[in-house]
């Protein structure tokens, strides 16, 4: 894994020992299989189940459902678009012989109707499932989330009650996932449970760079067992421009990086001296910047119109280690591109992970190394 990400890690061995071990060990096998696979890999550290398009906030810096958000633009048949929960099952079931790390991501998880029905079910199967989600739903489904036996509860979180209101465009929302996350906490302390760890996570904008202190105080009144500063992903157009002999070459569209077209407004000396000046403080939970920049790195990630990763491999390995798979049942290397392996309704995940289309996929990134879009991504900076 990229040095700078060694706190990070370090943190979850800590916390999580059995799980940090075996992400380092199935890291390790994706690696050699990136060096030596010619596009082929061992099966994937984790895979991801894009329940639902469908959410009910509207995030002002959303790639899906914000301002310049592509999800909304889709049509209604889109959108409305969901797998049976057999069909989550029987994959369940298939893969559960090489146990992957388990997400469930949207739009918003928990619109999914099956979504809890879903966590017991893999946990049932022993694998670590961790669920992403705006924390709207969790005053209704905090006792279920506990008993279901779900290991990380990631919430997103922007600031202080109004400003996490306001960038949400939901009034009330921050005092309803506060008592969200002190019913689950309630639950866990009944049942003698410690898990789910409830991991709070805030994107860097423009509307919070200033007051990210104030969530401090958020984490420690909520119990938070971490707190994560995400980076803003953005993009420009000629990145997106750039893009499209890839994409011709591929024949797939990277329109969902549309989304994140937009200029960030995002002083990176202000905002190096905030992330100083938060982590002195001890609250007793970790808290952490990710990507982890130094100084220079921090002003080239929000300065450079011409940005390539410096501080951090300019590579991408992440679909060698995870898969993510659609509402239509499409497995997708990559969150951003229409790009697909093939169709769990017509073939098992098993075969698709290293069919002709996913060897042909890997070896035009490992030939490429990143694609121009790819610069900020997140899963660059993962692995």
Request: glycine residues 6%; hydrophobic residues 35%.
């Amino acid at each position: 894994m990229p040095w700078r990400n060694l706190k990070r890690f370090v943190l979850k061995f800590f916390k999580q020992p059995l799980y940090a071990l075996d992400v380092l060990t199935r890291r390790g096998r994706a690696y050699l299989a990136y060096r030596l696979g010619n596009g082929r890999s061992a099966l994937p550290e984790a895979i991801t189940l894009f329940l639902t398009h469908r959410c009910n906030l509207h995030c002002k810096m959303c790639g899906q459902w914000g301002e310049g958000g592509v999800t909304k633009k889709m049509s209604s048949d889109v959108i409305q678009q969901e797998l049976d929960i057999n069909l989550y099952k029987r994959l369940i079931d298939e893969v559960a012989c090489f146990q992957p790390n388990i997400t469930l991501f949207g739009g918003e998880p928990l619109l999914y109707p099956k979504s809890l029905e879903l966590i017991r079910y893999i946990k049932r199967k022993n694998m670590h499932t961790l669920m992403i989600t705006n924390g709207s739903l969790l005053d209704k489904a905090a006792q279920e989330i506990v008993e279901a036996g779900l290991d990380e509860l990631n919430v997103s979180l922007d600031g202080d009650a109004l400003l996490h209101d306001e960038i949400r465009g939901m009034p009330g929302l921050s005092a309803r996932i506060i008592a969200g996350l002190k019913s689950v906490n309630d639950y866990k302390r009944e049942t003698g449970r410690k898990k789910p760890l409830i991991n709070l996570q805030c994107t860097i904008t423009k509307y919070n760079c200033e007051y990210l202190e104030k969530l401090l105080d958020v984490a420690s009144g909520v119990g938070a067992n971490s707190l994560t500063f995400h980076n803003l992903i953005f993009l420009n157009q000629e990145l997106i421009d750039k893009q499209k002999p890839y994409n011709e070459a591929l024949r797939c569209t990277s329109v969902d990086w549309e989304g994140f077209v937009f200029s960030p407004q995002i002083d990176p000396e202000k905002l190096y001296l905030k992330m100083q000046e938060i982590l002195k403080q001890d609250r007793g939970f970790s808290v952490d910047f990710y990507p982890n920049f130094s100084r220079a790195g921090l002003r080239n990630y929000y300065q450079e119109i011409s940005y390539v990763p410096c501080e951090y491999p300019a590579r991408c390995l992440s679909p060698w280690i995870v898969a993510y798979v659609f509402p239509d049942g499409e497995v997708r290397p990559c969150l951003n591109f229409s790009y697909a392996f093939g169709n769990i309704k017509e073939k098992s995940f098993v075969k698709l992970w290293n069919a002709e289309r996913a060897v042909n996929y890997r070896q035009a990134l490992k030939k490429n190394k990143i694609f121009p879009v790819c610069v900020r991504c997140t899963e660059l900076y993962r692995y």
